[in-house]
């Protein structure tokens, strides 16, 4: 669910997509200038929520089912924040635009032999809970057009935990809102260094340590990604 969110910022920074042609669509019919600022923390404990019937409707046209019936996260209310703000066009602003919202609380695997502190957790998983005529509760992993490779080897591996079996992992593919803050930084925000003018701020080391990444070569991999989405070549997925 997080990744799906973080798609939906990512359209509205690059100004592209299902998400932002809805969005857009409001903001115009109904004369809203968004603010380019990452919204303040108490946005939503203000009071009425602002175009109820439209954020309504993009609820209901953009999140899957299983996102807000299943999982407790203020849908309407970051629907909201996207009509009023624009993410700022720097990393940081990026990053706490993607983060804004309440929830959502992680999913606990029941088992009969573990405390609720022991069970794993999950956001969002691609899971049906089944409880059975004996009282066990059981999982069985679903696929849908949102569900990623990593989701469900994820999934696989926290049902693992509870049956005390091994699983074997698989490494995700590039975040594409990462991807995005690496081009951000390396093209757009990039001075020279203080310290050593012929030396930039961010170089990929330095954007490989600050995100995580492998290696100063996977850095570059992820700058060129996310040229690719900003430029509207690649699709955000």
Same mark, same amino acid.
């Given at each position: 669910?997080?990744?799906?969110?973080?798609?939906?910022?990512l359209?509205?920074?690059?100004?592209?997509?299902?998400?932002?042609d809805?969005?857009?669509?409001?903001?115009?019919?109904?004369?809203?200038?968004?603010?380019? =600022?990452?919204?303040?923390?108490?946005?939503?404990?203000?009071? @009425?929520?602002?175009?109820?019937?439209?954020?309504?409707?993009i609820? =209901?046209?953009?999140?899957?089912?299983?996102?807000?019936?299943?999982? @407790?996260?203020?849908?309407?209310?970051?629907?909201?924040?996207?009509?009023?703000?624009?993410?700022p066009r @720097?990393?940081?602003?990026?990053?706490?635009?993607?983060?804004?919202?309440?929830?959502?609380?992680?999913? @606990?695997?029941?088992?009969?032999?573990m405390?609720? =502190?022991?069970s794993?957790?999950?956001l969002a998983?691609?899971?049906?809970?089944?409880?059975?005529?004996?009282?066990?509760?059981?999982?069985?992993i679903?696929?849908?057009?949102?569900?990623?490779?990593a989701?469900?080897?994820?999934?696989?591996?926290?049902?693992?935990?509870?049956?005390?079996?091994?699983?074997?992992?698989?490494a995700?593919?590039?975040?594409?809102?990462?991807?995005?803050?690496?081009?951000?930084?390396?093209?757009?925000?990039?001075?020279s260094?203080?310290?050593?003018?012929?030396?930039?701020?961010?170089t990929? =080391?330095?954007l490989?340590?600050?995100?995580?990444?492998?290696?100063g070569r996977?850095?570059?991999?992820?700058?060129?990604?996310g040229?690719?989405?900003?430029?509207?070549?690649?699709?955000?997925?």
């Amino acid at each position: 669910m997080a990744r799906y969110k973080e798609r939906l910022v990512l359209q509205l920074f690059v100004e592209h997509g299902r998400f932002w042609d809805a969005i857009s669509e409001v903001r115009q019919r109904r004369n809203i200038v968004p603010s380019s =600022d990452v919204p303040p923390p108490d946005f939503n404990s203000r009071g @009425t929520m602002p175009y109820q019937e439209d954020v309504y409707r993009i609820r =209901d046209e953009m999140i899957p089912e299983q996102f807000y019936d299943e999982l @407790t996260f203020d849908w309407l209310g970051f629907i909201a924040v996207c009509l009023l703000y624009q993410p700022p066009r @720097t990393a940081e602003g990026l990053a706490e635009f993607a983060a804004f919202g309440s929830g959502p609380y992680p999913h @606990t695997f029941i088992a009969s032999d573990m405390s609720a =502190d022991e069970s794993p957790q999950m956001l969002a998983p691609p899971i049906k809970e089944v409880r059975g005529e004996d009282g066990v509760f059981r999982y069985e992993i679903r696929v849908d057009e949102y569900t990623t490779e990593a989701d469900v080897r994820q999934a696989f591996r926290k049902i693992a935990a509870i049956r005390k079996k091994p699983s074997k992992g698989g490494a995700p593919g590039r975040d594409q809102l990462v991807a995005v803050q690496c081009a951000i930084l390396y093209d757009e925000d990039n001075p020279s260094d203080l310290a050593d003018g012929r030396r930039k701020r961010w170089t990929h =080391d330095k954007l490989a340590n600050r995100y995580g990444l492998r290696s100063g070569r996977a850095a570059k991999e992820y700058i060129q990604l996310g040229r690719l989405i900003l430029t509207g070549e690649v699709a955000i997925q």
